[in-house]
Nanobody, 123 residues
Framework: QAQLVESGGGLVQAGNSLRLSCAASGRTFSSYAMAWFRQAPGKEREFVARIRWSGGNTYYADSVKGRFTISVDNAKNTVYLQMNSLKPEDTAVYYC????????????????WGQGTQVTVSS
């Protein structure tokens, strides 16, 4: 059964860094794009970053561009999100997703989702 499992969330102070991991298993995701979304309390789930398993075609939300980096490790079937210079407004549950949809910044483009990992940034 296809599964995406996130880890690496936690509580950090503003300005610090965290690295999230997403381990993919249960099927071959090589033809899928992988993405990170996040959802803050009372807000819609929003796109953060996207990548292909080749390591190319990376896209970022404007709000994280220059601070976050998405990457893949094919040998480990794992996708990472390196988050630097964290801000309180980055506080959210972060979700990993896999999909083949055209509009990479929309939830509808992804058919597999992880359970989420909480990131809390204190000021």
């Amino acid at each position: 059964q296809a599964q995406l499992v996130e880890s690496g969330g936690g509580l950090v102070q503003a300005g610090n860094s965290l690295r999230l991991s997403c381990a993919a298993s249960g099927r071959t995701f090589s033809s899928y794009a992988m993405a990170w979304f996040r959802q803050a309390p009372g807000k819609e789930r929003e796109f953060v970053a996207r990548i292909r398993w080749s390591g190319g075609n990376t896209y970022y939300a404007d709000s994280v561009k220059g601070r976050f980096t998405i990457s893949v490790d094919n040998a480990k079937n794992t996708v990472y999100l390196q988050m630097n210079s964290l801000k309180p407004e980055d506080t959210a549950v972060y979700y990993c997703a896999a999909g083949v949809g055209t509009y990479y910044y929309t939830r509808a483009a992804y058919s597999y989702w992880g359970q989420g990992t909480q990131v809390t940034v204190s000021s």
